[in-house]
């Protein structure tokens, strides 16, 4: 059977008609209707359905859409058996939808430009408003200009809220607000260095069409907004009433961006593709929100469009540079908490449910909320104290590993080459010691001052290269830290995965005189002996060791090693 999947469609009309493979996601059309929030917004990563499930909303509501069309888009689906509902809610709003997820500008110039070519566009569509007697001559001069893109800003900032209310007067009927991806230029802004200028502008737009300004008027019945934050900064958001946020922290709305497994069976079952279900877990599952469990579908649809071909799909439609550089910057403590998430373990850490893209680099809990809104992370629980909110955060699977490994590794590339660090990875596992340390040296002599060895301890500085050594070698090892082991606690164990491997063990020891480097590197190696670290080898039935001590001194190393039979 061939299927056509919608890569890159979010025009919900443009799907159905089409013959495209459609996961049925129309009975949140009936949630968003009956929830009691005049505002909503819905944050989701990027390429969840935002945009696909706001096109949705707006073919079921829009009036005009309704009334040029003899084909009903939804029959057949969910919500047509909401006989009731259907009759209420179908057709019957004016509705404003925009979306802003294609201004993404290096300049603050460019980018205003862009979201005056928007709302031109958005009055093209309502341009029938100017037909007889409706508007004041004043309010057609206004209406013209910002149709010819000739507007002042000051008009661009109401232009929703007029439109609003020109609707409001045309069909006695309070319009339905849709503003999807509303964060992307402030994101981009923020990249580019216009962050103020932007929010000035975004905070005018929204603030004016969504509040409820003239006394004893209004001209919204609902109003739903999609991105990937809540930005916190400057009143975007403040002051509006019956206001909801749905994060991925909320159950509400859980199962309608993403797939979940039975949708995903149902994918492979009608693609007649026979695809094990195991693998494109691993690689594509893992995102939580409350009960449900998520894949990326993104990545599923681009997966079963190449036949189940394996690969990182959703990580490639756009730039990771923010999270690089993020990652990069970050203090030694954040470093090492990736060194865990990277494990597969779990890390506590403080998130927020507002957002302030300036406080991303000063702010620890700014950095891990976006991590976590934008995709990256995932979270399994949260906890409340006193002062902030606390989650367990976790790396979603194994293309989102990608992003992280990459990044990475590029830190050992950036005063080096990819083949440099390549080598420095094989002499580990090649048991090559005297390449290792070569290796080793130079890394610590050419990447000296990008890590900032003056700002950290010694231990620290092992740490950020172990970190290196984690994303070469985890395919072939599992790798521990700081662990107990036998009668102490060892720095790094190398497990290897197949037990004819192998092991490695390093410990290691700092010193203040270089000239007794080599005396601290043997001492690291007798502990590791004397401390009976080779237990853990033992119940795993390996039976060979490097065992290494390592000794720095500022930027200079020793090192003594063993090879060990049990």
Known sequence: MHMNFPIGISDF???????????????LIKEIMDDGAKIILLTRPRRFGKTLNLSMLYYFLSEDYYNKVDQNLFEGLSISKEIEFCKKHQGQYPVIFIS?????????????????????????????LLEGDLLSESQK????????????????KVSIQNLAEYLTKKFKQFPIILIDEYDTPIQQAYLKEYYGDMISLMRGILGSALKDNKPNERFLEKAIITGITRIGQESIFSGLNNFEVYSVLEEKYG???????EEVLKLIDDSQQTLELAPIKEWYNGYQIDKYTLYNPWSIIKCLKNKGTLEWYWVNTSSNDLIAELLTDAD???????????QGEIIERPISKNFIFPEIKKSEEALWSLLLYAGYLKVLSTQRTEYQMLAQL??????????????????????SSMDSYRKFIESLLSGDVSAFKHQLSNYIIQTGSYFDFNKHTPEEVFHIFILGLVVGLKDEYIIQFNRESGIGRL??????KNNKRQGILIEFKTGENPDLLLTRAEEALEQ????????????????????????FCGKQLELAHENISI
């Open 13 to 27: 009309e443009e799907i159905v008609q089409g013959d495209y493979y459609f996961i049925d996601k129309t009975l």
């Open 255 to 261: 199962q309608y961006f993403g797939f979940i497994e």
């Open 491 to 496: 720095d790094v164990i190398f497990l290897p």
């Open 394 to 415: 976790a790396v979603p699977n194994r293309e989102i590993r990608f992003v992280y490994n990459k990044i990475i590794a590029q830190w050992f590339t950036i005063k």
């Open 100 to 128: 802003f997820k294609d201004i993404k500008e290096d300049t603050f110039t460019k980018a205003y430009a862009g979201i005056v070519v928007l709302i031109s566009a958005l009055y093209e569509k309502h341009r029938y």
């Open 332 to 342: 030694i403590i954040i470093k090492l908490q990736f060194e865990q998430l990277l």
């Open 528 to 551: 590791i002996k004397n401390k009976h670290y080779l237990g853990t080898f033992k119940q795993h039935n390996v039976r060979f060791i490097l065992a290494i001590g390592l000794a």
């Open 141 to 156: 001069n206004i209406f013209t200009t910002i149709l010819n893109q000739k507007a002042d800003e000051a008009n661009i």
